[in-house]
């Protein structure tokens, strides 16, 4: 009994002095990022500690009860909730750390899959994650196994009183600091305070949402393609962000080849993502869809309900007009079902980096191989396959946590350079095998890096930083202007593949034309925002117009700004998040 009761005591100190460091710790983090970003360094500390604060003092109160609670039951109960909260919190912390993402309950799910767990306790952070884990895992086994009641002596008294003091002051003393990126500096309960986007519409609006779907959809078929049966390369650099060029935002200077690329073809000043995750941003790409978040609360499928029976897409559109289609990613496919999803719509072919040929080469995020390996790999696939031919690239070293093949440095400068490097080092390969005779080649991204938006980002772009994205088209035979300043999306993608190989072109209504003469811009761009997950902010009238809409089932709407063009966009998101919902469940009967 009394080993036990010592066992008790010195869970009571530890759990107190984990969830302080905790706390401190994600203060010091997180002003070490965003400090650095918004040039304000010491800025964040207080208000972290003050928004944490709550949720540690609700740990000590339960941990005080888990200890000195007459029931057997309901000490086990309060030390489940204690391990529950705690445990959540140190995923959230390891996530912000080396990922720059929050844990919200509705991505819980997507955690639980072994190959994002592997990743996550990848080989270059394993070194004192796993045995951190391990002897979290074992105090906390004892904690909830073996226990009696504990008597509080007037220093366990004494301690747990100063610390609830403390706790209590610095939540009610420091009052926030103003900053558009709030989300990620606010505590794991007020991120996951009840979403808009997971509220789910009327049977009257689903009726009428649903009978209006082929409307929206609806195809406009003109005899005025241009016929061309181009090999395509679409070229997506994981989170290449503008923020990172010279050419296109002055801030910083990580891509100069790619902005020789650029200046030499054909690029564009207003790109958007779609989305702020890998995932979207390739499905808007891939399937011409804006991508907005599904209604239900909870799905392991839930970024791509509505997606996995996509009829229009560009590899059945290409693969109808004689292209051999392909997709080759130097990560793991089993990574969010990638590699299933990419198969479901169309694609003739699909490789990751489980490839035979990159038995030898060094690994590193997701298991990933270097681009330079990818790039090879890719530039050997295509002088073997039938033409014409459509072949998506999909990069990883510029994916957190931004480790340089070269130098093995995490560092996303250093990343962001070598992926720079080499895919100049590929374009000079598609030169060399005269790709450009009758090749185009598509440089985008996925989304936004997952870095916070910079204080010369937030002057010069306002809250469009974060949906910003670089788009370059090498085209021999392109005749247009160098430079294109038209609104366009990643959705457009599709619309205009269809327009350069159809003869009969079809699109709907809202979508823009990347590559007409002049570019078609977008009637709205569309970004689902990562901070605020119930948010989409909406630029109409190539910029002119802006708004952030809100969802919230029925009571969707425009929360900041104005749209003369309000009530479409509104029916529009609604006409879509339900029109998928409703794909999904016939996909479920398959």
């Given at each position: 009994?009394?080993?036990?009761?010592?066992?008790?005591?010195?869970?009571?100190?530890?759990?107190?002095?984990?969830?302080?460091?905790?706390?401190?710790?994600?203060?010091?983090?997180?002003?070490?990022?965003?400090?650095?970003?918004?040039?304000?360094?010491?800025?964040?500390?207080?208000?972290?500690?003050?928004?944490?604060?709550?949720?540690?003092?609700?740990?000590?109160?339960?941990?005080?009860?888990?200890?000195?609670?007459?029931?057997?039951?309901?000490?086990?109960?309060?030390?489940?909730?204690?391990?529950?909260?705690?445990?959540?919190?140190?995923?959230?912390?390891?996530?912000?750390?080396?990922?720059?993402?929050?844990?919200?309950?509705?991505?819980?799910?997507?955690?639980?899959?072994?190959?994002?767990?592997?990743?996550?306790?990848?080989?270059?952070?394993?070194?004192y994650a796993i045995p951190f884990l391990i002897t979290f895992l074992v105090f906390t086994s004892i904690y909830l196994l073996l226990h009696n009641r504990l008597r509080f002596n007037i220093i366990d008294k004494t301690v747990t009183?100063?610390?609830?003091?403390?706790?209590?002051?610095?939540?009610?003393?420091?009052?926030?600091?103003?900053?558009?990126?709030?989300?990620?500096?606010?505590?794991?309960?007020?991120?996951?305070?009840?979403?808009?986007?997971?509220?789910?519409?009327?049977?009257?609006?689903?009726?009428?949402?649903?009978?209006?779907?082929?409307?929206?959809?609806?195809?406009?078929?003109?005899?005025?393609?241009?016929?061309?049966?181009?090999?395509?390369?679409?070229?997506?650099?994981?989170?290449?962000?503008?923020?990172?060029?010279?050419?296109?935002?002055?801030?910083?200077?990580?891509?100069?080849?790619?902005?020789?690329?650029?200046?030499?073809?054909?690029?564009?000043?207003?790109?958007?993502?779609?989305?702020?995750?890998?995932?979207?941003?390739?499905?808007?790409?891939?399937?011409?869809?804006?991508?907005?978040?599904?209604?239900?609360?909870?799905?392991?499928?839930?970024?791509?309900?509505?997606?996995?029976?996509?009829?229009?897409?560009?590899?059945?559109?290409?693969?109808?007009?004689?292209?051999?289609?392909?997709?080759?990613?130097?990560?793991?496919?089993?990574?969010?079902?990638?590699?299933?999803?990419?198969?479901?719509?169309?694609?003739?072919?699909?490789?990751?980096?489980?490839?035979?040929?990159?038995?030898?080469?060094?690994?590193?995020?997701?298991?990933?191989?270097?681009?330079?390996?990818?790039?090879?790999?890719?530039?050997?696939?295509?002088?073997?396959?039938?033409?014409?031919?459509?072949?998506?690239?999909?990069?990883?070293?510029?994916?957190?946590?931004?480790?340089?093949?070269?130098?093995?440095?995490?560092?996303?400068?250093?990343?962001?350079?070598?992926?720079?490097?080499?895919?100049y080092e590929f374009y000079q390969g598609l030169i060399k095998q005269n790709f450009f005779d009758n090749g185009i080649l598509i440089i985008t991204s996925d989304h936004r890096s997952m870095t916070p938006v910079l204080a010369e980002?937030?002057?010069?772009?306002?809250?469009?930083?974060?949906?910003?994205?670089?788009?370059?088209?090498?085209?021999?035979?392109?005749?247009?202007?160098?430079?294109?300043?038209?609104?366009?999306q990643q959705s457009d993608l599709l619309n205009s593949l269809e327009y350069l190989v159809a003869d009969t072109y079809c699109h709907r209504q809202d979508e823009g034309n990347i590559l007409s003469t002049p570019p078609k811009p977008?009637?709205?761009?569309?970004?689902?925002?990562?901070?605020?997950?119930?948010?989409?902010?909406?630029?109409?009238?190539?910029?002119?117009?802006?708004?952030?809409?809100?969802?919230?089932?029925?009571?969707?709407?425009?929360?900041?700004?104005?749209?003369?063009?309000?009530?479409?966009?509104?029916?529009?998101?609604?006409?879509?998040?339900?029109?998928?919902?409703?794909?999904?469940?016939?996909?479920?009967?398959?």
């Amino acid at each position: 009994m009394k080993i036990i009761t010592y066992i008790n005591r010195l869970n009571l100190y530890l759990f107190i002095l984990l969830a302080m460091v905790m706390m401190n710790y994600r203060a010091l983090i997180v002003d070490r990022i965003y400090g650095k970003y918004t040039l304000c360094e010491g800025c964040f500390k207080a208000w972290v500690l003050s928004t944490d604060a709550w949720i540690v003092l609700f740990i000590v109160i339960l941990l005080v009860f888990s200890l000195v609670l007459k029931s057997y039951l309901l000490r086990v109960i309060f030390r489940v909730l204690v391990f529950s909260i705690i445990g959540y919190y140190l995923i959230d912390l390891y996530l912000f750390k080396f990922l720059n993402q929050r844990l919200y309950l509705i991505d819980v799910q997507k955690y639980f899959d072994l190959e994002v767990f592997t990743e996550l306790f990848n080989r270059d952070t394993g070194a004192y994650a796993i045995p951190f884990l391990i002897t979290f895992l074992v105090f906390t086994s004892i904690y909830l196994l073996l226990h009696n009641r504990l008597r509080f002596n007037i220093i366990d008294k004494t301690v747990t009183t100063m610390v609830v003091l403390v706790l209590c002051i610095t939540a009610l003393t420091v009052d926030d600091t103003d900053y558009v990126n709030s989300t990620n500096i606010n505590s794991i309960i007020t991120i996951n305070l009840k979403s808009g986007s997971s509220t789910d519409y009327s049977a009257a609006t689903i009726k009428q949402s649903l009978h209006k779907l082929q409307e929206i959809e609806r195809l406009t078929c003109k005899i005025n393609g241009q016929n061309n049966k181009k090999n395509i390369i679409l070229l997506v650099i994981e989170s290449l962000s503008i923020y990172q060029s010279k050419l296109l935002s002055g801030i910083e200077d990580l891509t100069p080849n790619l902005d020789k690329i650029a200046q030499e073809h054909h690029y564009f000043t207003n790109f958007f993502a779609n989305n702020f995750t890998s995932m979207e941003g390739r499905m808007a790409l891939l399937t011409g869809e804006k991508t907005f978040r599904d209604i239900a609360k909870l799905s392991f499928d839930r970024g791509r309900v509505g997606y996995w029976n996509s009829q229009r897409n560009i590899p059945t559109l290409l693969n109808s007009y004689g292209y051999h289609t392909s997709f080759l990613d130097g990560a793991n496919l089993n990574f969010t079902q990638t590699g299933k999803f990419m198969k479901g719509i169309g694609f003739d072919y699909v490789e990751g980096q489980e490839y035979i040929g990159y038995k030898d080469e060094p690994r590193f995020g997701f298991n990933s191989v270097p681009d330079k390996v990818l790039y090879n790999r890719v530039l050997k696939y295509i002088q073997t396959v039938e033409q014409p031919f459509f072949t998506t690239i999909i990069t990883v070293t510029t994916h957190p946590p931004y480790i340089d093949p070269e130098t093995k440095l995490r560092s996303i400068e250093k990343a962001t350079k070598y992926a720079d490097a080499t895919a100049y080092e590929f374009y000079q390969g598609l030169i060399k095998q005269n790709f450009f005779d009758n090749g185009i080649l598509i440089i985008t991204s996925d989304h936004r890096s997952m870095t916070p938006v910079l204080a010369e980002e937030m002057a010069k772009y306002g809250k469009q930083a974060a949906a910003r994205i670089p788009l370059i088209i090498v085209d021999k035979d392109y005749s247009g202007e160098k430079i294109s300043h038209e609104y366009l999306q990643q959705s457009d993608l599709l619309n205009s593949l269809e327009y350069l190989v159809a003869d009969t072109y079809c699109h709907r209504q809202d979508e823009g034309n990347i590559l007409s003469t002049p570019p078609k811009p977008s009637q709205c761009i569309y970004h689902n925002r990562g901070d605020y997950r119930d948010r989409i902010d909406v630029y109409c009238d190539n910029g002119t117009q802006s708004a952030t809409v809100r969802l919230s089932g029925d009571n969707t709407d425009i929360i900041e700004g104005s749209l003369s063009n309000k009530d479409e966009v509104l029916n529009f998101i609604a006409i879509s998040r339900i029109g998928a919902r409703a794909r999904h469940k016939e996909f479920l009967k398959e």
